[in-house]
Nanobody, 118 residues
Framework: QVQLVESGGGLVQPGGSLRLSCAAS????????MGWYRQAPGKQRELVAT???????NYADSVKGRFTVSRDNAKNTVYLQMNSLKPEDTAVYYC????????????WGQGTQVTVSS
């Protein structure tokens, strides 16, 4: 019944910015972590950024200093601010909500395309 709805993807020139959003469609138990993953053509899905319920963040080395992950726990929403975009950032971006222990789950969004090109 729960779906993660993504928005904000699109086409942008190198050096530009995009902001991705991902929100649960219904009520959920609080996730322990929210995050973003991406998959480029011919490559495996890789971690981009995660944030825990306590606000601890983790970033792939390739995006450090350029991307910022944030969340609004009350709205069950996670964001990814993407600045100084490079062609190498082109991929389908997937959001993820995960909860461990009681009432555990692992939800994935359907993906949103980000294309960085001149």
């Amino acid at each position: 019944q729960v779906q993660l709805v993504e928005s904000g993807g699109g086409l942008v020139q190198p050096g530009g910015s995009l902001r991705l959003s991902c929100a649960a469609s219904g009520s959920i138990f609080s996730p322990d972590a929210m995050g973003w993953y991406r998959q480029a053509p011919g490559k495996q899905r890789e971690l981009v950024a995660t944030i825990t319920s306590g606000g601890i963040t983790n970033y792939a080395d390739s995006v450090k200093g350029r991307f910022t992950v944030s969340r609004d726990n009350a709205k069950n929403t996670v964001y990814l601010q993407m600045n100084s975009l490079k062609p190498e950032d082109t991929a389908v971006y997937y959001c993820n909500f995960r909860r461990d222990g009681s009432f555990s789950y692992d939800y994935w969004g359907q993906g949103t395309q980000v294309t960085v090109s001149s």
